[in-house]
């Protein structure tokens, strides 16, 4: 089975890392599904038996999205409350995620530095910013992969944009 990558970047089009990453995953068909939510719901109207369905006919899902103000875009926020529901997700009998290997992709625009300076002793800001994606593919008895994640992202080199791209595609081939 492929694996189905949710793409939640408002702007992919002006986009450095983010529509890398696309590219460099389109040129894997027969491996990945590339889903992009502002694309297929500029209007913000989920389908939730389509979202539904398509993550059920994935091995592996992968959230991928740009780093705003310490979190993710407003639409995978939304996409995450209509899809992830009771009696699926979770509950006595949701368990459409159980064991479904996840993962995901951000990218920032400030470097690693700049978010270390947030760190506490033993307490990664990074770790602690995706704590709530961590916390709900636990909950929902997923396999939790952890996250890539592309630093420095507004204004990359053409070199770092090529090799982190490759890395990128490796990182979640290797789940």
Same mark, same amino acid.
């Given at each position: ?21 696309? *590219?460099?995953?389109?040129?894997? !068909? ?10 297929? %719901? !500029? ?11 398509? +993550? ?5 899902? +992968?959230?991928?999205? !740009? ?13 995450? *409350?209509?899809?992830?529901? %009771? /009696? ?5 009998? /949701? ?13 920032? /625009? +400030? ?10 002793? /033993?307490?990664?800001?990074? *770790?602690?910013?995706?704590? !709530? ?8 008895? @997923?396999?939790?992969? @952890?996250?890539?994640?592309?630093? *420095? ?23």
């Amino acid at each position: 089975m492929k694996t189905l990558i949710v793409v939640a970047h408002p702007e992919l089009t002006n986009s450095n890392v983010n529509k890398k990453w696309v *590219d460099e995953l389109n040129q894997y !068909p027969d491996k990945f599904t590339i889903h992009q939510l502002y694309q297929v %719901y !500029p209007d913000e109207k989920i389908d939730k038996e389509k979202e539904q369905k398509l +993550i059920e006919a994935h091995d592996k899902l +992968i959230l991928q999205f !740009p780093m705003y103000w310490f979190n993710c875009p407003p639409l995978l926020k939304k996409w995450l *409350d209509v899809v992830f529901t %009771y /009696g699926w997700a979770y509950g006595s009998k /949701g368990n459409m995620l159980k064991d479904k290997k996840v993962a995901l992709g951000i990218s920032a /625009g +400030i470097s690693e530095e700049d978010f270390a300076v947030y760190n506490t002793p /033993g307490c990664n800001i990074f *770790d602690q910013l995706t704590s !709530p994606f961590k916390a709900t593919f636990t909950y929902t008895k @997923s396999d939790y992969r @952890s996250y890539f994640a592309f630093f *420095d992202a507004n204004e990359p080199t053409v070199e770092k944009l090529e090799s982190k791209a490759k890395e990128y595609v490796n990182f979640i081939l290797s789940l």
